[in-house]
């Protein structure tokens, strides 16, 4: 336990430990929770439920505190710079576990009674919910947010994602931040989409043009294929329909996009083949955009030598 004040769950009840004594020191309150719905298996409802119980408790040690120590100021508290794994989206593949980092900025109060950030995806947190997430530093009681100046504070808050244990393809696309922040300021925040982000399965896009060497005037073919993760098999599988954009440059050029196609189906999922005749050096590639589900990739080039 560190020199914050903790808050426990217990068969959903709430036991306040040491608010007052810690508020009047000016210290920020911080938040000891049970382990969340990834860790315990507990279902995104429980896993809501702790972190509306963490927000109640942070509000009512802001109420308990001192009459000295609420002279708040008269703005409203301000929660800016949100963002995942540095802007607005994480990719997992097939096996490894990856961390997604959320951060956020506030300010409007000198005093920080808790701030938490949780990830979810549904419509809506009522009726609507599917997944419901609370971070690393959420589950282990410690505090996400460290002071940064007089009036503002700098938070992060980690996840971690297991492809083989914690995700399926459905949740692929749209992701949100619910976030909550209880400061010594007028108004605090408490949002269900402090931003709205995706989690992607992660891509790979394989290319090559041969033959090579090539004689001036043959055909040259260019070969591709476009996989992604697949979170219900744990292997990569061809994505298919996708447009993707065949680049070409010269030896010491940029590359530059000089036609643009869809991947193919059935047997051929994720296949791109297309031709050209052989005038000079040039290299080629495949580059696909990206989709609210899958990231962006380009091919590693492959150049020809035209004899």
């Not at 929660?79 to 097939?94: C, M, P, R, W």
């Not at 402090?194 to 043009?209: I, P």
């Not at 050096?281 to 962006?296: A, I, V």
Request: charged share 20%; net charge positive.
């Amino acid at each position: 336990m560190s020199q914050h004040s903790r808050k426990r769950l217990t068969s959903g009840r709430k036991t306040l430990l040491g608010v007052s004594a810690l508020a009047a020191s000016g210290l920020a309150v911080g938040l000891l929770v049970t382990p969340s719905a990834v860790a315990e298996g507990t279902g995104a409802a429980e896993a809501q439920k702790q972190s509306d119980a963490a927000a109640a408790d942070a509000s009512a040690a802001k109420t308990a505190a001192p009459k000295t120590l609420t002279a708040r100021s008269a703005g409203p508290t301000v929660v800016s710079g949100v963002t995942v794994n540095g802007s607005d989206s994480a990719a997992v593949g097939t096996k490894n576990t990856q961390t997604i980092t959320v951060k956020w900025n506030l300010s409007g109060g000198t005093t920080l009674y808790g701030s938490h950030a949780s990830i979810w995806r549904g419509t809506d947190r009522g009726s609507g919910l599917e997944r419901f997430i609370n971070s690393e530093q959420f589950d282990a009681g410690t505090d996400p947010c460290v002071r940064s100046g007089d009036a503002t504070f700098s938070c992060t808050a980690t996840f971690k994602m297991d492809p083989r244990s914690d995700l399926k393809n459905e949740d692929a696309g749209a992701w949100k931040i619910r976030l909550w922040a209880v400061t010594d300021s007028v108004t605090d925040v408490d949002t269900d989409n402090a931003r709205t982000w995706y989690l992607k399965r992660w891509s790979r896009l394989s290319n090559n043009a041969a033959p090579e060497p090539v004689a001036k005037g043959r055909t040259i073919t260019i070969t591709g294929k476009l996989e992604r993760a697949n979170w219900d098999t744990y292997k990569y599988a061809g994505y298919t329909r996708q447009i993707v954009r065949l680049q070409e440059r010269s030896l010491t050029g940029s590359y530059a996009t000089t036609s643009s196609h869809r991947t193919g189906t059935g047997s051929q999922a994720g296949v791109e083949k297309k031709t050209r005749t052989a005038t000079t050096d040039r290299c080629y590639r495949y580059k696909f955009e990206g989709t609210s589900t899958t990231p962006p990739v380009s091919g590693t080039g492959d150049c020809v030598d035209v004899r």
